[in-house]
């Protein structure tokens, strides 16, 4: 029996080898490139966990065969670092993957950079976060920037096919009889991470039963070799932001569906105060005063989802979804009050007219007369005209009322007749 995992044995040796990641290693992309011509720049890689960072980088060394050493930014020293130039020295020329580079520390960096630049180092930093946010400036403009994107179902059955009929790394000389069910599960379950399908499969070929010298693997076996759906999410990284992003957008969007799969990811992910908080935030900025009501209803499913924790908070937190997406949609509080603060922040403030000035609540009433203001309860509906505004801006018009729903219709008849 192999030692290593299968996922390990079963690494590309070249980029003819990797499987998916078109973009970067496809016929005309620029990795191809840069392996064709020998002329290696120092890259980056970022994207989540199990999508092919250290296979792509052992298999551009493969295409080249320069040298190919594996360090962690936060585990391996200086020392380290130091025994790999002295072999850039030697050799000519060393590809380094330095994997978890958004942790590298100052000194570490700072012995790095000269080498980089001399290009004895050819460094490949490996990262699952943003490296535009995540990664000091001095190392990234150093760099060139490469996204890696989760395998899709096929590029993982593809995998797991290749280890199958791969007799010196893979599978083949078990014998295995793998049903299409358990290959469709791996590749389903494994969202994208082609690591975590292979060893699974792994398990599932090396612990089945044998039946005259053939080990069959049913969906059963895959269900319980994958356990758990290897759905990952960092609560901390790109992933959170995109899919809450992607959950906000459905809600304005009044796509119910989009909607409650977004959360369903956020559920997994477990972070209860990042749902309640977006929610309520959407609950103003995309409902608003098209249906007034409903951020006080959110506000209560937010505060039942809190009382009852997960896994019992996912109940209200669909019903508020549910509604928010079906709500009519104004925006009309986002753009009145950023307007106001546009004015503000170009110099646009201008002065209190002078009515408006000295104003506490109980004088209002007294003084009215002496400095010119009018106070409103003492008229009809409550209403008298009179200027608000400075002299600046007194014919500005902040507000702009949406027609979406009978609720804001109303807001808007009554702020045009007041305005007329």
Known sequence: MKNEPLAYRMRPKTI????????????KAIIRRM??????TSMIFYGPPGIGKTSIAQAIAGSTQYKFR???????????MQLVVEEAKMSGQVILLLDEIHRLDKAKQDFLLPHLESGKIVLIGATTSNPYHAINPAIRS???IFELYPLDKENIMEALNR???????????????????AIEYFADSSYGDV???LNALELAVLSAEETHGVRHVTIEDAEVCMQKSAFQYDKDG???YDVMSAF????????????????ARLIEGGDLPAITRRLLVISFEDIGLASPGAASRTLSAIEASERLGFPEARIPLSQAVIELCLSPKSNSTVTSIDAALSDIRNGKAGLVPKHLKDGHYQGAKELGNAIGYKYPHNYENGYVEQQYLPDTLKNKKYYQPKTTSKAEQKFAEVYQNLKK
Not at 16 to 27: A, E, R, W, Y
Not at 35 to 40: A, E, G, I, Q, Y
Not at 248 to 263: E, F, N, T
């Open 16 to 27: 003819d080898d990797v499987i998916s990641q078109d973009h970067l290693v496809g016929p």
């Open 35 to 40: 392996v064709n011509t020998k002329r290696l």
């Open 70 to 80: 594996q360090l962690n930014a936060v585990t391996n020293t200086k020392k380290d």
């Open 142 to 144: 150093r760099a060139q």
């Open 163 to 181: 280890a199958l009929n791969d007799e010196e790394n893979g599978l083949l000389s078990y014998a295995p009889k793998v049903d299409q069910e």
């Open 195 to 197: 690591r975590s399908a």
């Open 238 to 240: 790109d992933q959170h």
């Open 248 to 263: 906000q957008k459905s809600i304005r969007g009044s796509d119910v569906d989009a909607a409650l799969h977004y959360l």
